[in-house]
Structures are given as structure tokens and as C-alpha cells.
């Protein structure tokens, strides 16, 4: 399916949250469970792509038929791991929810709590891992998502200029949606179009994903 145009592509997939250890046993993360990545990462091998998934903590299998699997926990991880694999991709899609910052430093040891005080985090900003591919000269088609509980149009549109991608998936998240849940809905947007993907389950959503993927490298890199 995808009608051939990604056989034999090189396509990177992200999925899954990150995590960003405060101490030993604490971390700042978030409620993505990977499943809307690792249902693009599999549609994307049906549709014939070389496919090398990079998944933040996750409790997931990986798909049949994927080329390559590789786990981080942190964003800086996950940041050096699509790097590396992105170098010769054709396509990088970003399902996955980055953090956006992690604390400044990582404690040794357990921090203790201090009775009637509060606890102040100072936290650093993390890379963007999209931002800094799309700065590269040469580099993949690259497909982002955008999570919002609110203005989902225009923050998307926003993201898919200022990270200079190719397409945003766009879905809206918050009260049962989105994260952790095995349906989701999506608009795409590129420059000059949008599309509706209707509430599915994310393997179909998925498979409508990367048709349209497919029909837009055809058209911008064919
Ligand atoms: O994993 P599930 O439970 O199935 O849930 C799926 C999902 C809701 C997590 C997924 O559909 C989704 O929307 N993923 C992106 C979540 C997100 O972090 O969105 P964002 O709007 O914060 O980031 C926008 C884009 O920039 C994303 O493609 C993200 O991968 C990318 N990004 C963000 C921060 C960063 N430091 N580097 C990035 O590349």
C-alpha cells in the first residue's frame, strides 16, 4: 500500500514519552504510552520502508517487520539517537512527546524531603530534535505532531513553520483524548493543504497517515 513510494525508503519513527531523572528514583515525564508511534512505525514497513524506530520508555513490542529498534529514556538521548539514524533518512516522523525541559542537574542521591518547606526544580531547556534537523542543509521529509488542548489549527500551523517541516499531524489531547487511549483523531496540515482523519483506532489512523505521507514525498522530493 502507499502505492510503492516509500518501498525500500529510509524512514525513522519516533515514539513514546521521555523521561528526565530528577534523582535515582524520581523523573519529570508524560502520558504518552507510544502507541500512536509504534502503529506509524508498523504502517510505515507495510508500505515497504526500511523502518528504524527510536522509542522513549515504553512497555510496547516492537512491530513486525522493522529494521531496527532503539531505546532511550531522556530527550538528550532520544536527540542523539534520531541524529544519528536521521543522517541518511528519507523521512523522519516525530510521534513522540519530548520534553520539553529537564532538571538543571541530576541528583546523586535520593533527595530527601524537607518538612514544611516547598521544593523549587530549576529546569534547563531540552533540544528540539525537529527544530535542529530542519536546520540541516540536506535532510529527511519531516513529519511532526502537535498535542494541544486548545487552538489545535493554529498552534499546528504555527509549529509546522517555525520547526520548518513538511507536515504536521495535528491532534487534540486532554479529557480522554489523544494520549494513552488506543483511538485518536487528526487534521494534517502542510503548506498548502489539510486533511481530516477522522476518530480511529491508531493502526487505521496510522495507515491513513502514511498514505498521505507517501502522496506528499511524491510530490515535494519525487
Ligand atoms: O503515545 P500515545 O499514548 O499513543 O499518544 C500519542 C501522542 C498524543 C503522544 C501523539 O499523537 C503526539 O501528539 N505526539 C507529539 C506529542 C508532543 O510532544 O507534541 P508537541 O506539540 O509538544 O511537540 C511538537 C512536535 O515537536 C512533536 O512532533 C515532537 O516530537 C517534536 N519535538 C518536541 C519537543 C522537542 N524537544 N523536540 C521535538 O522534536
Known sequence: FGDRVLHGKKVVVSAGPTYEDIDPVRFIGNRSSGRMGFAVAEAAAQAGAQVTLVAGPVGLASPPNIAKRIDVRSAAQMHAAVTEAAADADIYIGAAAVGDYRPNTIAAHKLKKQAGAELTLQLAENPDILASLS?????????????????????????????????????????????????????????????????ADKAILARQLIEHIASRYKAVRG
Do not use: C
Not at 535532510?139 to 498552534?155: I, R
Not at 483523531?185 to 476518530?199: C, K, M, N
Open 135 to 199: 536546520a540541516q542543509r540536506a535532510h529527511p521529509f519531516l513529519v511532526g505532531f502537535a498535542a494541544e488542548t486548545q487552538n489545535v489549527e493554529s498552534y499546528a500551523r504555527d509549529k509546522l513553520q517555525r520547526k520548518g517541516l513538511d507536515m504536521i499531524a495535528a491532534n487534540q489531547v486532554g479529557d480522554g483524548m489523544g494520549f494513552e487511549t488506543a483511538d485518536n483523531a487528526i487534521t494534517l496540515y502542510w503548506v498548502d493543504g489539510s486533511a481530516e482523519l477522522p476518530r
